[in-house]
């Protein structure tokens, strides 16, 4: 969906270090949400923000942390990367409780 | 923690037959939603069911729920190539924000 752009698409990075992954929409949407997904295990939500105040922890929020700079913006940090973060990382948004989610096209993220 | 489970996991069929897709759950839901995920792109949305419906149609596919049995299918006419996908079922339990994705279920559709 190119209404939600995910920023790299691919990265190789190394044990330990600090990486940032951002998301930006142009949907206009208040809900946003991180999810990772691993072969064999779908997707699971790793935090989501309502609005800019409003952050929440998902079912895997451990060593991660997010920042919703603005409405449009909701950017997810590892910030010591362990190789068992390897993994398809997507952005959604959402324009409501019962609203269908907008992926981004993924990040592919691996840790050496 | 996951909630539904497609079935069958794999599905090989051949252009124009018809590909139907079950998904269970567990606990009492607001909606089930149905996502197609191409190779190396983000999911798309393509149907979402409430818990007081039990049928939908978008063109091809028709989504039906049973809330009794706790399961959804999704059943896809007339296949193409185009469709050859993984698709996913998602459930939002009652209040919850969280929409819970299943494992997956991939469709292969021979030309």
């Known amino acids: 969906d190119a209404d939600v752009t995910q920023t790299p698409r691919n990265r190789i990075t190394k044990t330990g270090k600090r990486i940032m992954l951002e998301c930006s929409q142009t949907?206009?949407?208040?809900?946003m949400y991180w999810y990772r997904q691993d072969p064999g295990l779908g997707l699971r939500l790793i935090y989501y923000s309502f609005d800019v105040k409003d952050i929440n922890k998902g079912e895997i929020s451990d060593g991660y942390s997010v920042s919703r700079q603005a409405q449009a913006k909701f950017s997810l940090s590892l910030e010591s990367a362990i190789p068992n973060q390897t993994a398809l990382y997507f952005c959604?948004?959402?324009?409501?409780?019962?609203?269908?989610?907008?992926f981004g096209d993924g990040t592919r993220l691996s840790i050496l | 923690s996951q909630q539904g489970e497609e079935d069958p996991q794999a599905l090989s069929i051949q252009e124009g037959e018809n590909a139907t897709m079950n998904c269970s759950y567990k606990?009492?839901?607001?909606?089930l939603q149905w996502y197609r995920q191409n190779s190396g792109r983000g999911l798309v949305h393509l149907i979402l069911i409430r818990s007081n419906e039990r049928e939908k149609h978008s063109g091809r596919l028709r989504v039906t729920l049973d809330t009794s049995k706790k399961s959804s299918s999704l059943l896809i006419t007339a296949s193409r190539a185009a469709d050859t996908a993984s698709y996913f079922c998602?459930?939002?339990?009652?209040?919850?924000?969280?929409?819970?994705f299943g494992k997956g279920m991939k469709l292969t559709v021979n030309p």
């Open positions: 606990t009492s839901i607001n909606n």
């Open positions: 998602a459930t939002r339990e009652g209040g919850s924000e969280k929409l819970v």
């Open positions: 949907k206009g949407h208040d809900r």
């Open positions: 959604a948004t959402s324009a409501g409780f019962n609203q269908p989610q907008h």
